[in-house]
């Protein structure tokens, strides 16, 4: 059972124009939502979070959006860069489950030069 | 210097040996954590400790057994290994105040276990 869903494996996009990675959850319990960033041979990095009290949070080129009512994230970069390229997760938590963090699959990003 | 360190980065086995995955982390932290990647991707935590004490212990099979001899550190044992058990598997650290209550956690570099 996925609480945390991101249905998009992978994606391209061209060095300087806009990614958007989505992520969808089912746990109308889930109070914090977070990106990490993973790159090959490395352990995810955290990257921006967003509480569920607010509906955006950025900074500097990254912006994470949340819509309560559709149960629905996503992460914008904006440029993208070449060494924005990695798989990036979308995860979850809820503040009485002990800071237990539940992933999604992750989403491989391909920025071309 | 490397805040959470794992060794060994890689490791292969036969089915049926015991084996060990050392975790140490440099910040501080007062919480611990095991993940493990599967063939999917997905990450799904296996266990959690909060100063030296089990707090999250995830549907594993007993086979595997952390121990934490102090805050800095997180081991991971595996006895009988079996072909299903190969994955990638990652230590993670955090705080249990301010950020860390929602879900901020430091990673290491992960272990790529093989089981053959």
């Known amino acids: 059972d996925q609480q945390v869903k991101q249905n998009s494996p992978s994606l391209s996009v061209q060095e300087g124009r806009i990614s958007i990675l989505n992520c969808d959850y089912t746990?109308?319990?889930?109070?914090?939502f977070l990106w990490y960033k993973k790159y090959p041979a490395e352990g995810p990095t955290f990257l921006i979070s967003?509480?569920?009290?607010?509906d955006k949070n950025e900074d500097g080129r990254f912006t994470v959006f949340l819509n309560k009512s559709a149960k629905h994230l996503s992460l914008h970069i904006v440029p993208s860069q070449p060494g924005d390229s990695a798989v990036y997760f979308c995860?979850?938590?809820?503040?009485?489950?002990?800071?237990?963090?539940?992933f999604g699959s992750g989403t491989q990003l391909t920025v071309l030069p | 210097d490397t805040a959470v360190s794992q060794t060994p980065k890689y490791l292969v086995t036969q089915m049926g040996n015991d084996k060990s995955i050392k975790c140490e982390q440099n910040?501080?932290?007062?919480?611990m954590y095991w993940y493990k990647q599967d063939s999917k991707k997905f990450l799904k935590i296996m266990f959690s400790?909060?100063?030296?004490?089990?707090?999250i212990n995830e549907t594993v099979p007993n086979r595997f057994s952390p121990k934490s001899p102090d805050k800095a550190h997180l081991n991971l044992h595996i006895n009988s290994l079996e072909l299903g058990d190969s994955a990638v598997y990652f230590c993670?650290?955090?705080?249990?105040?301010?950020?860390?209550?929602?879900?901020?956690?430091?990673f290491g570099p992960g272990t790529r276990l093989t089981v053959t």
């Open positions: 993670a650290s955090s705080h249990t105040s301010g950020r860390a209550l929602t879900g901020e956690q430091y």
């Open positions: 746990n109308s319990m889930f109070d914090y």
């Open positions: 967003i509480s569920s009290i607010k």
């Open positions: 995860a979850a938590v809820f503040s009485g489950s002990a800071r237990q963090l539940t």
């Open positions: 910040l501080g932290h007062d919480t």
């Open positions: 400790y909060n100063n030296k004490e089990l707090i």
